[in-house]
């Protein structure tokens, strides 16, 4: 822990100088998953551990509690002020790695009996390995795999003795509930480890064949104990907007992947496997030491080259990552890697390698470092740390000279410590300087100063649930709305629903990476659809942003009897969508010209464009609208630039990655024609009727309708939603929030049955009157891990009562038998 912060202090970064740690996930994601959580932690949230108000205009939260928030140091966000939220952030980075470094030394005795000192020093290399260093650090509940490593390593190791088989799966179901993902890759590391310890075990087969049935059945109790974390987040994914799919690129370069034995460097998609220069000596002596045998020699190496293969091969690259090629790197895995070489490491340092055996641990350390010094990992990092191996081997080698004097082994073994302090300090601080060079790394802006001035302004205006107040300019990260305590459309989870992403999409807001980042709605009309109230604007002011106030439906509204809901009728364009939903006329959309003759719009997908150049003229179309009205554009899938009324768009979509948003192009001019030229990026069609001319008068009386029409009052709690209509109200109650599965309404207290939808949002028909709605949100998947977990604590619980009730019985059997209480005790101490 000291040696990480060390290398943060001299790098500048949080909380120890300017720099900012929210890169990538860790500030589009969960920098603001942790400040909602310290708001539910206080009640300052709208919502629960169930349903989510603030993103995606409502969205489930369970199962992204479950996997981005159950490592136990996520809920010390509570205790720290909102603005101070990165801070405790960076303690499940340092106080994960401090554990899981304690534990690692913990395993490493039960591996083999030696120095708790010598254990805690390469359990140093473990808590700061290059996958750490590289990966783990940005996703705080990736952490918890660290610590779930030795904990199940533990669990075996009473297994393979015999003893604890209820605490082994307690210890099981925390490594499970703390992060499922990466436990699933330690839980395969350290079975692996099992099976070679029980193949070199001395007892028979059969004794043995007990030992791997306890542990089978001691995993199955402890992951199914840890039901609801599973089944909840693997309903969810069913559920959820496909990800974009993952193509794996091939193997790196052999050379290339030995390279990244040596600590401080970051090349490419290669497996993050260096955990120390210590640590890579001794893995390199360990086939040299004598006084380990020759099959426990092989059986250990050959579970590293194993191991090491698998994280390459596609087949066993799906089965670490529970049959699915990972967005992002492929090598997540390499973590359990790290596991066994300090595994390793440590069965060759506990053996006191001799002189020899040490120095050709070094010689081929140097053929490794010479094999791979032309390649582009190789740069300063990893060229100062491999030459202070040359410190390391020569303390080992005192050691090993000095073996009968303890006051100098002492001495030794602090300068080895001190040694190994510094040169971890060093790989971690050389990793985050080339990481932080390269621009996908750069750190999103999350607690600054313009980010608090945004939460301040929108909680000033906060109104749920009568209307929404929404973040907007997506400034700041991927998850605004949580970051900045709003109820936007911004949201980006792996767990985010496909009937959300679709009903967003179709009613015309923006998205990126396929739709599992969703964005706000930029137009009136969305903005309306969703009952926004409030919302904010880039702007050139010192906040960079302006907070505006529009006239808002409320979040629950009512439609004629009659309305055509989901499955009724078509949509011709997005216009009309929008149209359907308000339950007005609200566009013009006018056809299209185009101007010098091109070819004509393809049914079905719209009119075609060519790739222009850059100093193409595009193509021009025109179209005619009523004077006075504002010109909308939606080509959701254009890559290129648009010129209208004054106006220049660059959209970047991109089918089916990124979709743009519904643009605003201007007013229309009072000959009413609006004018478009298009410049194409690539060959691609767009919408046969882009462009739609608003009537601002017809939007401002629809809103005065509806919220006439409305509920008396709509109530919201943690994962429900409701409203008072006047008695005897009919026709159709719409909620503005996308129907996910799970919502059950009931109207004047009759039977839940699951809504109908308008436009992807809730639909309730009234019937013939009606005077109250309410809405509940259930979590699909959590009744069925519920029942899972609680057969496993019977079991549980029973095996307890058995083993107490046949303990005591055994004790007052003892008791009632002297003679046999005495043989008992001759027979121990002759044992």
């Known amino acids: 822990m000291a040696a990480y912060c060390l290398a943060m202090a001299v790098h500048g970064t949080y909380p120890f100088g300017g720099r900012s740690r929210a890169v990538n996930d860790l500030g589009n994601q969960f920098v603001p998953f942790h400040a909602h959580l310290r708001d539910l932690m206080h009640g300052e949230a709208h919502g629960d551990l169930f349903f989510n108000w603030a993103s995606g205009y409502g969205t489930p939260f369970l199962a992204d509690f479950f996997t981005y928030l159950m490592n136990p140091f996520s809920w010390l966000v509570g205790i720290f002020p909102r603005h101070s939220v990165e801070f405790p952030v960076f303690l499940v980075t340092l106080l994960s790695v401090g554990l899981a470094a304690a534990l690692m030394t913990v395993f490493l005795g039960r591996l083999h009996e030696g120095s708790p000192w010598l254990r805690a020093l390469l359990s140093v290399g473990f808590g700061l390995s290059a996958w750490m260093v590289s990966d783990g650090f940005s996703d705080p509940m990736w952490m918890w795999g660290l610590v779930a490593l030795p904990l199940l390593g533990i669990a075996y190791d009473w297994c393979l003795r015999r003893r604890r088989w209820v605490t082994g799966a307690l210890l099981v179901t925390v490594c499970w509930a703390g992060n499922f993902y990466t436990a699933a890759m330690a839980t395969i590391g350290m079975a692996?480890?099992?099976l070679v310890r029980v193949l070199l075990d001395g007892r028979p087969v059969a004794e043995r064949l007990r030992v791997v049935a306890r542990a089978v059945s001691m995993t199955g109790a402890g992951i199914l104990l840890a039901a609801p974390v599973l089944t909840v987040g693997l309903k969810a994914s069913k559920l959820s907007q496909p990800a974009p799919e993952a193509v794996y690129q091939g193997p790196p370069a052999p050379l290339d992947y030995l390279a990244h034995l040596i600590p401080g460097g970051l090349v490419g998609r290669v497996p993050h496997i260096s955990v120390g220069m210590l640590a890579l000596l001794l893995v390199a002596t360990y086939p040299f030491v004598r006084r380990a045998p020759g099959r426990e020699r092989v059986a250990w190496l050959a579970l590293v080259a194993l191991m090491?293969?698998?994280?390459?091969?596609?087949?066993?690259?799906?089965?670490w990552h529970g049959l699915a090629m990972p967005n992002g790197s492929p090598y997540r895995a390499s973590i359990a890697l790290t596991a066994v070489l300090v595994c390793v490491a440590w069965l060759a340092l506990a053996r006191r390698p001799?002189?020899?055996?040490?120095?050709?641990?070094?010689?081929?350390?140097?053929?490794l470092v010479l094999s791979v010094s032309t390649t582009a990992y190789m740069v300063t990092g990893p060229w100062i740390l491999a030459a202070g191996g040359l410190v390391l081997l020569g303390l080992l080698l005192a050691l090993d000279r000095f073996r009968g004097d303890r006051r100098v082994r002492r001495g030794l073994t602090v300068a080895l410590a001190g040694a190994v302090f510094l040169s971890s300090s060093y790989t971690v601080l050389s990793t985050t300087r080339i990481r932080d060079a390269i621009e996908w790394w750069k750190p999103k802006r999350t607690f600054d100063s313009q980010a608090l001035a945004a939460y301040g302004q929108l909680k000033a205006a906060d109104a749920w649930p009568a209307s929404r107040t929404d973040p907007g300019p997506h400034s700041f990260a991927s998850n605004d709305p949580m970051l900045l305590a709003g109820q936007g459309g911004g949201y980006y989870s792996s767990y985010l629903p496909a009937v959300t992403a679709d009903a967003l999409h179709r009613l015309g807001a923006g998205w990126y990476i396929q739709g599992r980042h969703t964005r706000s709605f930029d137009d009136p009309v969305g903005r309306a659809v969703m009952g926004v109230s409030t919302y904010l604007e880039p702007d050139a002011g010192p906040d960079g942003f302006v907070r505006r106030s529009a006239l808002a439906p409320p979040v629950v509204t009512l439609r004629p009897a009659g309305t055509p809901l989901d499955g009724t009728v078509r949509d011709v364009s997005l216009f009309s969508r929008q149209e359907r939903v308000m339950g007005a006329r609200l566009y013009e959309v006018p056809r299209l010209a185009r101007g010098g003759g091109g070819p004509r719009p393809v049914p079905g997908r719209g009119w075609p464009l060519g790739a222009d150049g850059a100093d193409a003229a595009g193509t021009s179309f025109t179209a005619v609208c009523a004077p006075g009205s504002e010109a909308y554009w939606y080509a959701p899938w254009l890559r290129g630039r648009v010129d209208a009324l004054g106006t220049t768009l660059r959209p970047a979509g991109r089918y089916p990655m990124t979709s743009n948003p519904l643009y605003r192009l201007g007013t229309v001019p009072a000959d009413g024609r609006v004018a478009v030229r298009v410049r194409s990026a690539q060959r691609q069609y767009i919408p046969e009727?882009?462009?739609?001319?608003?009537?601002?008068?017809?939007?401002?009386r629809t809103v005065r309708q509806l919220r006439a029409t409305g509920p008396g009052r709509v109530d919201s709690s943690g994962h429900g939603i409701g409203a008072a209509f006047a008695p005897g109200t009919a026709g159709t109650a719409v909620l503005s929030v996308p129907a996910v599965p799970g919502w059950l309404c009931a109207v004047d207290g009759g039977p839940a049955r699951v809504p109908r939808t308008l436009g992807g949002l809730i639909a309730v028909e009234l019937g013939d009157g009606a005077s109250r709605l309410a809405c509940s949100y259930r979590t699909p998947g959590l009744r069925l891990g519920l029942a899972a977990s609680g057969a496993a604590a019977a079991l549980l619980l029973a095996v307890t009562a058995a083993h107490l009730l046949r303990t005591r019985t055994a004790g007052s059997s003892r008791t009632d038998h002297p003679s046999r209480r005495s043989r008992s005790s001759f027979r121990s101490q002759r044992s």
Do not use: H, N, Q, Y
């Open 354 to 367: 001799r002189l020899p055996e040490l120095l050709r641990g070094g010689a081929l350390v140097l053929v």
């Open 192 to 194: 692996l480890i099992l």
């Open 689 to 700: 009727s882009p462009v739609g001319c608003l009537d601002r008068a017809a939007l401002d």
């Open 308 to 319: 090491a293969c698998s994280l390459v091969w596609k087949p066993t690259i799906l089965l």
